[in-house]
């Protein structure tokens, strides 16, 4: 009989035993037998996903994923995690600043009207300030592309010192006793170019050649003259020239 039992247990189906889910009868009758109700569990069907289309209005793939529209960095942030400048990070202020320091570095001169060229150069030259005499000569040598590389300046019967490097095309203009520069006119690129000189006798001389930004410079006033010239230049040339102006010079000066 032992042998029965247990193949009719390796023949039961492998289904789950159902719990009792309900007792039916009372305790008093203990000869009739209590009646139980089985409840199987019941699975739920299933729900339909809800449909999710692949691109919509602000699709990823749409947009074209971490390189859209305005790419990972141009994603919008929450207000509370919104990137904030660091200490070490420049304002939008000193950044303003530093493009416009750098602009100034490589643009035309503007700060007086006497004075033409670029900003730069770490040495300075000036002929003496003097109300007495005014430029009675000029000497100026160019290089090989044309930039004016020194400049020697005579003022009333004297040549100054020659600023700038040695060597060069040389050329030199010498005004006539009584006549006075009136006007000049020349050139420039990141450096001086071309200066010429107009006399009160109708004579003009150039010296180097005609490129690049064209300036003419006049006197201040009616009457004035040439009595000086100053600047800045640097091994490879001059940057700017600044001229100043004067009336004849009087009986006080002799």
């Not at 009719?8 to 000869?31: I, N, W």
């Not at 990137?83 to 320091?101: C, I, N």
């Amino acid at each position: 009989m032992g042998r029965n039992c247990q193949a009719k247990l390796e023949k039961a189906p492998s289904q789950p035993f159902p719990t009792p889910a309900v007792q039916v009868g009372s305790g008093a009758d203990e000869r009739e037998p209590r009646r139980q109700l089985w409840a199987f569990a019941q699975e739920e069907p299933h729900s339909l996903a809800p449909s999710c289309p692949l691109v919509g209005p602000h699709s990823f793939l749409l947009d074209g994923g971490p390189w859209g529209r305005e790419g990972i960095k141009g994603r919008r942030r929450v207000p509370s995690t919104a990137r904030r400048p660091s200490a070490d990070t420049p304002g939008r202020p000193e950044a303003m600043l530093l493009l416009l320091t750098l602009a100034l570095l490589g643009s035309p001169i503007s700060w007086a009207d006497d004075m033409v060229g670029h900003q730069g150069g770490h040495k300075y030259f000036s002929t003496p300030e003097s109300c007495c005499d005014l430029v009675t000569g000029i000497r100026v040598a160019t290089d090989i592309i044309g930039k004016i590389i020194s400049i020697q300046v005579k003022v009333g019967d004297s040549w100054q010192e020659k600023a700038g490097v040695s060597g060069g095309h040389i050329q030199e203009f010498e005004l006539w006793p009584g006549e006075m520069i009136k006007k000049l006119n020349g050139s420039f690129k990141l450096y001086m170019r071309q200066l010429c000189v107009h006399t009160s006798e109708e004579r003009s001389f150039c010296f180097g050649k005609e490129s690049g930004t064209p300036f003419t410079i006049y006197p201040k006033e009616k009457g004035q003259s040439l009595t000086g010239i100053y600047g800045h230049y640097d091994l490879l040339g001059f940057k700017n020239f600044g001229f100043r102006w004067g009336f004849l010079p009087d009986d006080e000066c002799e």
